[in-house]
């Protein structure tokens, strides 16, 4: 038996045999002794399981009654897993080697991180930092996520600038340590959001309870991206912009969300016209549509989000500025320019 704590990479997929055919063998090569990988099926209409049980027999796969999405799909699968530490494991992801040691030491070092992310690069350039999380992802006061290594769409070059081990405001999704007790105390993600920034809502709420938030540069992945929704997407649009409502009303003091929203559908509707009158009619429809869901939500589901006792004063990752304003105003495109000129 091993000293070391047990981890569970879980690969939530849908569809993904492609991916499953790539990038599982990297997984499988993972260096760490202590080690289970499991598949969490969405309910695949593709040869994905016959796959797994052919080449992979030994992993173990949990079979999700429908396509729950990324957030419902994994707290439906992570009840059934026993591990100190979770992985959430995109299926577009090679990992190398040794990827998962470093995370699991600095997170050992330190009971209070509750979520740590790896470096995330592209797959297709493996210079670059890769759009779903670089280094570690910051937020700033309109909820505007942006990373160490990526603004909006611009990814910077890996040249070891981030290479630090630092706490962020959230942690990638794609690759995602949890500690497994916090990951239940913080009843899981938010089903609701179905995909996209459910790791941001989950990371907020960690660090609004007193936890920490990590990247561990030490460990390294490589990225494909946008191999469910693709970028542009109509559908990953209305999520996006419908799920940064929701999380802003959630998370945010109801004075601070009581000035924030309003700012927030003025500039989604000044992004919104701007597409419009480039022709883009479908992403016009899908903020508009996404406004009108987190109405909905706000008078028909809203649920009252556990708070701590005492909020946490401080949020690592947190900038109390405009991302808008430096990029698109003061063209300043790269993470270091932003955060240290302000």
Same mark, same amino acid.
């Given at each position: ?20 055919? =790539? $990038? ?26 016959? $796959?797994? =049980? ?15 999405? %990324? ?8 009840? =059934? ?35 740590? =992310? ?23 006061? $309109? ?49 609701? %959001? ?64 009581? $000035? ?83």
């Amino acid at each position: 038996m091993s000293n070391l704590p047990s981890v569970a990479v879980v690969i939530l997929n849908w569809n993904g045999k492609k991916y499953l055919e =790539q $990038f599982l063998p990297s997984v499988m090569a993972s260096r760490y002794e202590n080690l289970q990988v499991i598949v969490a099926d969405n309910s695949s209409t593709d040869d994905s399981i016959d $796959f797994l =049980q052919v080449h992979y027999p030994n992993i173990r796969i949990i079979k999700n009654p429908s396509n729950e999405g %990324f957030a419902k799909g994994y707290n439906s699968a992570l009840k =059934q897993v026993k591990s100190d530490y979770y992985v959430l494991l995109n299926s577009d992801i090679e990992v190398t080697p040794n990827w998962i040691n470093p995370v699991i030491d600095l997170m050992e070092s330190d009971k209070l991180i509750a979520a740590c =992310q790896p470096k995330l690069l592209s797959f297709a350039n493996k210079e670059m930092f890769e759009y779903a999380g670089a280094s570690g992802g910051w937020i700033d006061r $309109f909820g505007y996520p942006f990373s160490r290594g990526r603004v909006f769409d611009d990814c910077e070059k890996d040249n070891g600038q981030y290479d630090e081990a630092k706490p962020c405001f959230w942690a990638t999704g794609a690759a995602l340590f949890v500690r497994s007790s916090v990951y239940h105390e913080m009843k899981g993600l938010d089903a609701y %959001f179905f995909a996209h920034q459910e790791e941001i809502d989950l990371c907020w709420r960690m660090q609004l309870f007193g936890y920490k938030v990590y990247v561990e540069p030490k460990s390294v992945v490589y990225h494909v991206g946008g191999g469910t929704l693709p970028k542009g997407n109509s559908k990953k649009v209305y999520l996006n912009f419908r799920n940064n409502l929701i999380m802003l009303w959630k998370n945010l003091p109801f004075l601070k969300a009581m $000035f924030i929203l309003p700012m927030r559908f003025l500039l989604d509707a000044i992004a919104a016209y701007k597409e419009l009158f480039k022709g883009d009619t479908a992403y016009f429809m899908a903020i508009a549509k996404a406004h009108f869901n987190f109405m909905y939500w706000l008078v028909f589901v809203k649920r009252t989000t556990p708070k701590p006792k005492k909020a946490a004063s401080k949020l690592e990752g947190y900038y109390n500025g405009s991302i808008i304003w430096q990029y698109f105003i003061k063209k300043r495109k790269i993470f270091s320019e932003i955060i240290l000129l302000k």
